[in-house]
């Protein structure tokens, strides 16, 4: 057997290993390099805010495996990040931080203006249209999930059209 031979009958063997109880998606996903579990972040986004101001993140997740629930995010753009959500109070909107945001099993949720989102505050930088923000969210379960958020002028209303967002 010629060295290249090997090293490929090796590749496979340990391919068929590493496959081996796992589903056909998690296998090809394994095979891809791009391994993200259950959660996926898709069509994140932002928009412009000025450093030293309060950003906010919006992004869809969906869920291919149990209930979870996303506790935390974190962005190296500001000091803090919270999970929010809007409530009419007297006719009154207004944000309050949320503990969590529930994810169901097989589900989606979408955090968008005027509903749950993610704060980004005491932003150290600005957030200028065209940027792409790099954040994490933590779930209970899922563990972490690396997002991108694709910043949108300041008074966007949703995400650039024909695939504004970014998919992780």
């Keep these: 057997m010629t060295g290249f031979s090997r090293r490929a009958g090796l590749g496979a063997l340990l391919s068929?290993?590493?496959?081996?109880?796992?589903?056909?998606?998690?296998?090809?996903a394994q095979a891809q390099g791009h391994d993200h579990g259950p959660i996926?972040?898709?069509?994140?986004?932002?928009?412009a805010a000025g450093a030293g101001r309060?950003?906010?993140?919006?992004?869809?997740l969906r869920n291919s495996g149990a209930a979870d629930r996303l506790v935390a995010a974190r962005a190296e753009i500001a000091r803090t990040v919270e999970l929010h959500t809007h409530l009419h109070e007297n006719g009154v909107m207004r944000m309050r931080p949320v503990e969590a945001i529930d994810l169901p099993?097989?589900?989606?949720?979408?955090?968008?203006?005027?509903?749950?989102?993610i704060?980004?505050?005491?932003?150290q930088q600005p957030l200028n249209?065209?940027?792409?923000?790099?954040?994490?969210?933590?779930?209970?379960?899922?563990?972490?999930?690396?997002?991108?958020?694709a910043v949108q002028s300041a008074g966007a209303r949703g995400?650039?059209?024909?695939?504004?967002?970014h998919r992780h």
Excluded: Y
């Design 16 to 28: 068929l290993c590493a496959g081996l109880g796992a589903t056909p998606a998690q296998a090809q």
């Design 40 to 47: 996926q972040a898709e069509a994140g986004w932002s928009r």
């Design 54 to 60: 309060v950003g906010a993140g919006f992004i869809t």
């Design 105 to 117: 099993a097989n589900g989606a949720v979408t955090l968008e203006p005027g509903g749950l989102h």
């Design 119 to 123: 704060m980004l505050i005491d932003l």
């Design 129 to 149: 249209r065209g940027d792409t923000v790099p954040i994490t969210l933590v779930f209970e379960k899922a563990g972490e999930v690396q997002a991108q958020l």
């Design 159 to 165: 995400p650039a059209a024909a695939g504004g967002g």
